[in-house]
């Protein structure tokens, strides 16, 4: 085996850059442990272009500044999939997938649609401090809740499936986002997949998760408002979505997948809506919604 490796890495660093081009990010990054010829090639401009997205949107001011601008092509590919970058405006996000280079995204709460969100008796704008962006939405309280957003199919990789999530967090005084469950979609051109999800997810010995533990809720809600909502597991269908834990300490719901063919013009729109129940809701903190690679499996 050493032999033939020997043998391959005789070859021209432009065949071997071609060959390794027509793999993926992280098969590149581990032939260039085989040979010093392997890692030049791997590591270099032409082999990183054809991972990188053809068309990558334009940054907002100083995102790739700090401390200094990526040299190579390796090292941004590398840049943009350890950590979201903001566009102009800082109102969404973007990163690329690790694994294949896709284009991926996060709108947040200020470039969505939430009903009375600019209302302080059912809607407040709080600061965040473990997020890319500034501030969020919580919900006070609401019975019609209703949440929308957009993007444009062009801004995502092509022939490419992706789900959207919205990110969030509940207060510990949270009530009424438990049952009735939600009704999610997406939609893309003609095709429109809804499906039903709920906030909060219970563990084995019935308890409520979702809430870190290093989380202090910052509730606007007066005292004499607030009630605990029951703890008891709220039976649902066996397709109700439930939320997950992140890493970054967040919670996602995951709203729908969607398959962006050709990347055409278009535009993908998500909803998440409970208007019907006439239950009041309250202790929703929304960091936006993002929209990344389905992995598969």
Request: charged share 25%.
């Amino acid at each position: 085996m050493e032999a033939e490796a020997c043998e391959i890495g005789r070859l021209p660093e432009e065949l071997l850059s071609a060959a390794l081009s027509r793999t993926s990010p992280r098969d590149a990054c581990r032939t260039a442990a085989v040979s010093p010829a392997f890692r030049a090639a791997a590591d270099s401009d032409a082999v990183w272009a054809c991972f990188l997205p053809r068309a990558l949107p334009p940054l907002a001011d100083g995102e790739l500044l700090a401390p200094a601008p990526p040299p190579r092509k390796k090292d941004l590919f590398l840049r943009l999939s350890d950590s979201p970058v903001l566009l102009p405006g800082k109102r969404v996000s973007m990163w690329l997938d690790r694994e294949t280079g896709a284009k991926c995204y996060m709108l947040s709460a200020r470039d969505l649609y939430i009903v009375w969100v600019d209302t302080p008796q059912y809607w407040s704008w709080i600061p965040l401090t473990d997020s890319r962006f500034s501030e969020g939405a919580q919900l006070r309280n609401v019975c019609w809740f209703e949440i929308r957003g957009t993007i444009q199919s062009n801004m995502l990789s092509e022939d490419t499936i992706y789900a959207a999530y919205i990110v969030f967090k509940l207060d510990e005084h949270s009530s009424g986002l438990d049952n009735p469950a939600q009704e999610a979609s997406v939609s893309i051109a003609e095709t429109n997949l809804t499906r039903k999800v709920c906030f909060h997810g219970y563990d084995d010995d019935g308890e409520a998760g979702g809430v870190p533990e290093n989380y202090r809720p910052m509730s606007l809600l007066p005292p004499q408002r607030i009630r605990r909502r029951n703890r008891r597991p709220v039976p649902h269908g066996e397709n109700v979505g439930q939320p997950q834990k992140r890493a970054d300490g967040w919670m996602e719901l995951e709203l729908g997948e969607f398959f962006n063919e050709g990347g055409e013009d278009g535009e993908v729109s998500f909803s998440l809506l409970e208007i019907k129940g006439g239950h009041w809701k309250s202790g929703l903190i929304v960091q936006g919604i993002e929209i990344r690679r389905k992995k598969s499996g």
